[in-house]
């Protein structure tokens, strides 16, 4: 092969890489002006389903930061995890590695990196949404910020996943008994199987992509998710009973690649963390005014929505009293600070 030929074959293969990896700075079409942004194109990953919160919100991060930026800083977001085949175990892995270059997943799922991830999900921890935003955007956000820092990957805001419910296609859930022996899906982590061992359940740990076709065949018997993602992925269409118990605060982590976050120009990397933070924002009052509206659909469409009272809900609380205390021992005094548990 010709010595020109093997140059220009190298340099077609460096550019086409360098199209796929993201975090390339783009060939500006003219003298760079003084205070523009640089010049780039980001990718992100997220989980969710075209539809879903953790989608909108990236949507809606990467309008913000092209209109912000002028349109020099631009982000393509990969929804049902695309760019892992589905896994949300490999796209954790992609982030962490520098596959790509933004995140969003929830805290449960991300777990599987570190288990004190999943602090903020131990069961009734938040009594309601204020709650959650006051304590994530303070010191339970700071405690997020250096776990993430152990894998590579730099905080930047917490979306609402939800409080989760329980939905199954076997019968209404209004006591602990009526738990037992459902096959439940679960993200993952340790909080989710002590819990619902608690109740006599058989939690299935599988990707949420896995989950509906699951539901469908019969392999498990409901799942666990604030009404967002129960809706997205129509799982009210072919499950029967949904009971409303706000058991566990789910969220979105948005997330960065450190190395490549700290190779970008301090103005950028200032403009992604206000940015995010905005959109997470738009992204939990979109949630908390959604949910009524979603109960209302569901209901419609033939569900049987129930609300457990206070006075339904304290002996589920009682039952898992012991694996609440359990989990806060583990997880030790820093975290449970820095998110106020007693």
Not at 244 to 265: G, H, M, R
């Amino acid at each position: 092969m010709p010595m020109l030929t093997k140059i220009l074959m190298s340099v077609l293969l460096f550019c086409s890489l360098l199209a796929v990896t993201g975090c390339g700075e783009q060939a500006a079409d003219g003298p760079r002006k003084e205070g523009d942004y640089q010049k780039i194109k980001l990718v992100m990953s997220v989980n969710g389903t075209n539809i879903a919160t953790d989608t909108k919100v990236a949507m809606k991060f990467a309008e913000l930061m092209e209109q912000e930026s002028g349109g020099n800083i631009t982000i393509d977001v990969f929804p049902n995890d695309q760019l892992a085949g589905g896994n949300a175990s490999k796209g954790i892995e992609m982030i962490a590695d520098g596959a790509v270059d933004l995140a969003a997943y929830a805290a449960g799922v991300m777990a599987v990196m570190d288990e004190h991830l999943l602090i903020a999900t131990i069961p009734w921890t938040f009594n309601n949404y204020q709650e959650a935003r006051e304590i994530i955007d303070t010191t339970g956000g700071e405690y997020y910020k250096k776990i993430l820092a152990t894998q590579g990957m730099t905080f930047l805001a917490s979306a609402h996943n939800g409080f989760r419910q329980i939905t199954n296609g076997k019968h209404p859930v209004l006591k602990p008994e009526d738990v037992a022996g459902l096959k439940i899906r679960v993200p993952g982590g340790e909080v989710y199987f002590k819990f619902w061992r608690a109740f006599g359940a058989d939690p299935v740990a599988m990707s949420w992509s896995e989950a509906f076709t699951a539901i469908q065949q019969g392999t498990i018997d409901g799942q666990e998710n604030g009404f967002s993602v129960t809706n997205s992925a129509k799982v009210n269409e072919i499950q029967q009973y949904m009971t409303v118990w706000n058991y566990t605060y789910e969220n979105y982590l948005f997330v960065a690649n450190t190395k490549i976050f700290d190779s970008l120009e301090p103005k950028t990397q200032e403009l992604i963390r206000a940015k995010a933070k905005e959109a997470c924002e738009w992204g939990r009052d979109l949630v908390e005014n959604d949910e009524e509206n979603l109960r209302k659909k569901f209901e419609q469409g033939g569900m049987e929505v129930i609300v457990l009272s206070p006075e339904q809900l304290k002996p589920f609380q009682d039952k898992v009293q012991g694996v609440r205390q359990e989990l806060m021992a583990k997880y030790g005094d820093e975290a449970c600070k820095a998110f106020r548990m007693k």
